[in-house]
C-alpha cells in the first residue's frame, strides 16, 4: 500500500513538473520558459487553433524553400501588452490600479484635492467595472502622471516595482509582477529563438511597460513602444526644452506631470513607422486600442502576414466578460484577426492555482 501512495506521489510531481506551474509562475520562472520548437509548448492545450496556426506560419516564412520565405530582418512581430500578454483585469489596467494606489493609499504622498475626489468617485466604479463619464476618464488619465511630477525616472520605476509586489484583485495567488499569461510568453520565445524581432507596441506608459518587463521577458528597452512621459528638467524655469542648456552639476531630468502622449489606435502605426521603420508581418492584440497595429500589419504586400486578438473569456481562471468576449470575438473575425480563446486554448493563465475569486 505505502508503494502505491509513493508512486501515486512521484506520478504527481513528474505530471506537475510536465505542465509547469501549481500557483503562480514567479518572474524568475516566467523567465526561464523557452520554447524554440513545436514540441517546447506546455501551456496551450494540444488542439489550439492558434497554436497551429503560429507554428505552420513560422515553419512556412522561415523554410528558405518556401515561396512565402521571410529573411529574418523583415521578421517583425509586434505585441500589446495589457490584455494581450499581461493582466488588464485585476480591475484595471496597472497603471490606472497604481494611480488610485497613490493617491487613496500611499502615506508618503498627498495627492492635490482634484485628483483625491476623483479617486474616491471612481474607486466603487472601478471595481465594479462601470463605466466612466468622459469628464471623469479624461482628468484619470491626466492623472496618471500629474501625480508622479517631480519624480526622476528611476525614482518612477522603483514606484512601479514596489506596486508590483502587491497582490491582484480579484484572483487569487497572484502578485502584480507576475500576471503575465504564460501561453503568450511562450508564443514570444517561440518567435524570438526562430528569428523574429519581437517588439511591444503599447498604451502603457513606457517607463512603466520596461520596468513590468524588466529581467521576464528578453525584449531590448529599444524594443519597447509606448506612451511617453513628458520630462522636463529641475532648473528648466521658463525656457523651453528647445533652448535649455542642460548643466549636469545642477539639475535632473523629471516628470513633468503633463498627460502622456498616448500610444493607441492609429497612434501605434505611426510609432512603428517611426521606431521599427518596417511593416510587421505578425501582431497581437486585445482591444479596439489596437487596431490600428493589426490592420497596418494585415495591409503588409510584401510578406505573409497575420493578426491574432486575444478574447478574455474564462471566468474560471481570470475576470472574464461573456458579454465583452462575444462582441471581441464577433470584431475579430470580421476584420480578419484570429481569435484566441483563454477559456478554450490557454492550459493555463498564470498558473493552476490562480483562480477567480468567487
Known sequence: MKKKILAAITAGLIALGSFGISDAATREEIAAI??????????????????????????????????????????????????????????????????????????????????????????????????????????????????????????????????????????????????????????????????????????????????????????????????????????MGKDTPHDHFYDRHKEKIIISGKPLIDNAKTIKIFSIMNQIGKRPVLAFGNSGGDSGMLEYTLQNDKYRSMSFFVICDDTERELGNPTRAKSDTALALKRGWNPISMKNEFKTIYGYNVKRVK
Open 34 to 235: 523557452h520554447v524554440e520548437k513545436a514540441s517546447d509548448f506546455q501551456f496551450w492545450n494540444d488542439d489550439s487553433p492558434t497554436k497551429a496556426k503560429i507554428i505552420e506560419f513560422v515553419e512556412d516564412v522561415t523554410n528558405p524553400f518556401s515561396a512565402n520565405y521571410i529573411p529574418p530582418e523583415d521578421r517583425i512581430a509586434t505585441f500589446d501588452m495589457d490584455g494581450t500578454f499581461y493582466c488588464e483585469t485585476a480591475p484595471l489596467y496597472f497603471q490606472e490600479t497604481m494611480f488610485l494606489h497613490r493617491v487613496l493609499d500611499d502615506k508618503n504622498y498627498t495627492a492635490p484635492k482634484k485628483y483625491l475626489n476623483l479617486a474616491k468617485k471612481i474607486k466603487p466604479k472601478v471595481y465594479a467595472k462601470q463605466k466612466l463619464t468622459p469628464a471623469e476618464s479624461k482628468l484619470y488619465f491626466e492623472g496618471l502622471t500629474a501625480v508622479y511630477a517631480g519624480m526622476t525616472d528611476e525614482e518612477y520605476r522603483a514606484y512601479v516595482r514596489n506596486f508590483m509586489q502587491d497582490n491582484e484583485t480579484g484572483l487569487t495567488n497572484l502578485k502584480r509582477g507576475e500576471a503575465f499569461y504564460l501561453p503568450m510568453v511562450e508564443i514570444m520565445s517561440y518567435l524570438t529563438n526562430n528569428g523574429f524581432q519581437v517588439y511591444i507596441d503599447s498604451a502603457c506608459g513606457v517607463s512603466t511597460t520596461r520596468e513590468l518587463i524588466n529581467g521576464v521577458i528578453p525584449i531590448q528597452f529599444d524594443r519597447i513602444l509606448g506612451s511617453d512621459f513628458n520630462y522636463t528638467s529641475t532648473n
